[in-house]
């Protein structure tokens, strides 16, 4: 290893050797078709920019409501809970931080690579999901110092069926949360709650069901945060509801569970703006109904595309398909769209890397894409 200079060694060594989060790129160019990040084609409703820039006046300078109780309460309303039920985040990054920090105990602090400490990591410091997934969830448990469990999804990443998780030897009942993304990313595969609910009675830990994507979906999972008490769902109002710029997520839960992440939050942990904004966005659902619907519509239109050119497309309950090109390695497709300004996600793993992952943009967006794939394979 090379020396470390003096300010080196002042770091932590689990933060020196951490390999950080790669987000997808945010690029500069202009005209460029961005399909990379799963971002949401519309804008925000006209409400919710006027509710915003009304909000942009001298009240700047004081501090927003540290527990954005009016949106918890609009929140609690929507879903046919309790406010205290509910802790909203900065993004639901933040939401899935918190519960990383709330419910998994780091392991003890040692040099090296965690993987080499331990044949098999303790429950209580391990943090579990199933694989591929988002690629977030085992750096959170890195950062936290905490060991991270991945369990493979099945062929066309199915969930296990909850008799086979019994025989899945990587699969941790015990562990202290376990996060499953449903409908799942990268694949966009949708999973019925029953097969959830089922997963839940063999989870000892905490469950968390990332339903970021839920509003693409003809089901969710929520009612699950109300019945059983280890059960959270989390959700972002970046995708679905056009504010990936704000930040803004939350989670709903068992007060118990809900109330523990709020003492490790930050004290002003969502800004003012987008606390206006989510607000706002909770009275004007009609308008994102109909964005939901005209995305849907689209995917459908894409993916029958895509097969009449040869493109396998998984099935999507969510706003982007996962598909595997036809011809060349999806890698080069990639580089080729990218010449062509067309920007979609390329995931250089072994499972993943025969795949294209494409959100779904505006009809016109992906006519291109249709236009330029078509002109790509003669
Ligand atoms: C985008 C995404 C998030 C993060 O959402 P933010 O609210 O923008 O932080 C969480 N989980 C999954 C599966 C995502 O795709």
Known sequence: MARETVSEQLIRPLVRT??????GEQPRVKGLIKLNTNENPYPPSPRVL??????VDGRLRLYP????????????????CDPDQILVGNGA????????????????????????RYLVPPAPATVQSFVPSYSLYPVLAAQHGAAFNPVPLQMEFALPEAGQLKHLKQWQPQAALTIITTPNAPSGRGYATRDIENICARTRGVLLLDETYADFAPENALALALKHP???VCR??????????????????????????????????????????????????????????????????TTRQLQQLGFLVLPSQTNFILTRPPGPPAGDWYAQFRQNNILVRWFDTPELSPYLRITIGTPKDMETLVRVAKRLLR
């Open 18 to 23: 951490l390999q950080p989060y790669v987000p």
């Open 50 to 55: 006027e509710a915003v820039r009304a909000a």
């Open 236 to 301: 972002s109002f970046s995708k679905a509801y056009s504010l990936c710029f704000l930040r803004i997520g939350y989670a709903v839960g068992p007060k118990p569970l809900i109330q523990a992440m709020h003492k490790l939050r930050d004290s002003y942990n969502v800004n003012g703006l987008a606390q206006v904004a989510a607000e706002a966005t909770l009275d004007d659902l009609a308008y994102y109904r109909e964005n939901f619907r005209k995305i849907i519509e689209t995917r459908e239109w």
């Open 65 to 80: 409501d540290p527990t954005a109780e009016r949106l918890r309460d609009k929140l609690a309303r929507l879903h046919g």
């Open 230 to 232: 280890h059960v959270i």
């Open 93 to 116: 990054d933040e939401v899935l931080r918190l519960a990383v920090h709330t419910f998994v105990e780091p392991l003890a602090a040692q040099r090296g690579p965690l993987s080499r």
